[in-house]
């Protein structure tokens, strides 16, 4: 599974950006939970936003919650993350994350970046003040 994500740019606080992760073509994308994490400078790769594989489970952080949202069109094979009021300390680098359903299967290991099996290359999101 290959999974390229994009979307991702320079915006002042207030602003919005949308992600997009699109799976390879021939993905099972139904097989797959997605989380978006991000990693600041500096900082710890964290969950940001996680969503099951039938859109049933959905999982934010704190500090996104009421700002991001985390959709899904497993017809596109593709995961989404809108992002509005966009804040400073949003910066980080977006990665989406793939994993099969069989690794994930209570909402409280979310947040483990281990239980991923596939990651994508990253999107850069900047936030200026």
């Known amino acids: 599974v290959q999974l390229q994500a994009s979307g991702g740019g320079l915006v002042q606080a207030g602003g919005y950006l949308r992600l997009s992760c699109a799976a390879s073509?021939?993905?099972?994308?139904?097989?797959?939970?997605m989380g978006w994490f991000r990693q600041a400078p500096g900082k710890e790769r964290e969950l940001a936003a996680f969503i099951s594989w039938n859109g049933g489970g959905i999982s934010y952080a704190d500090s996104v919650k009421g700002r991001f949202t985390i959709s899904r069109d497993n017809a596109k094979n593709t995961v989404y993350l809108q992002m509005i009021s966009l804040k400073p300390e949003d910066t980080a680098v977006y990665y989406c994350a793939a994993a099969l359903t069989t690794r994930i299967t209570t909402m409280r290991t979310v947040g483990q970046a281990t239980n991923y099996d596939y990651w994508g290359q990253g999107t850069q999101v900047t936030v200026s003040s």
């Open positions: 073509e021939h993905t099972t994308f139904s097989s797959y939970h």
